[in-house]
T-cell receptor, first 112, second 112 residues
């Protein structure tokens, strides 16, 4: 099993719909992150969480919300999807001492 | 002041050649500089990283060169192979990794 699992892998949804992307990890890391990848823009931070009771906005949090259900689970919601939220979404974890991230395989989201 | 500028956007190298990707940062508070490698359909994976107290780090065919005074760092891939064809992201981190800024990415293609 992958260290960081994202579901679904692909999703097409309609404008205005609510959608949830899920992430679970087996690394035992406290820190979890949601990033968005767009061509030519790299990876931009949406939200991050350092433990179950700690949620923080990132660079581009407008239109998104998150829930940290357990140490191992961190979900991202689009309350009312819009076409410019079409992107690749990645969940990542880190242990805070070693700065490197472990990324999931991503969710490709298309909003039509 | 939070940007990380990465160049080139794309790179084509002959098999056996040297691939060089450059990044520049602005904020001197960054204290960890990782490079990630991403294959199609996969999440980025940590490739190699350096801290600003050293000027070079080598792992196999991959070398990071770091110039603290110029606020620049680069990835060198020696003896480039077709299997190295991927997108490479540089990044700059601080605060135990919670603030990580990614470059826009470089698509490398190694011709056989």
């Amino acid at each position: 099993d992958a260290d960081v699992t994202q579901t679904p892998r692909n999703r097409i949804t309609k404008t205005g719909k609510r959608i949830m992307l899920e992430c679970s990890q087996t690394k035992g890391h406290d820190r979890m992150y949601w990033y968005r990848q767009d061509p030519g823009l790299g990876l931009r931070l949406i939200y991050y969480s350092f433990d179950v009771k700690d949620i923080n906005k990132g660079e581009i949090s407008d239109g998104y919300s998150v829930s940290r259900q357990a140490q191992a689970k961190f979900s991202l919601s689009l309350e009312s999807a819009i076409p410019n939220q079409t992107a690749l979404y990645f969940c990542a974890t880190s242990d805070g001492e070693f700065y490197g991230y472990t990324f999931g395989s991503g969710t490709r989201l298309t909003v039509v | 002041q939070q940007q990380v500028k990465q160049s080139p956007q794309s790179l084509i190298v002959q098999k056996g050649g040297i691939s060089i990707i450059n990044c520049a940062y602005e904020n001197t508070a960054f204290d960890y500089f990782p490079w990630y490698q991403q294959f199609p359909g996969k999440g980025p994976a940590l490739l190699i990283a350096i801290r600003p107290d050293v000027s070079e780090k080598k792992e196999g065919r991959f070398t990071i060169s770091f110039n603290k005074s110029a606020k620049q760092f680069s990835l060198h891939i020696m003896d480039s192979q077709p299997g190295d064809s991927a997108t490479y992201f540089c990044a700059a981190s601080m605060g135990g990794g919670f603030k990580t800024i990614f470059g826009a990415g470089t698509r490398l293609f190694v011709k056989a």
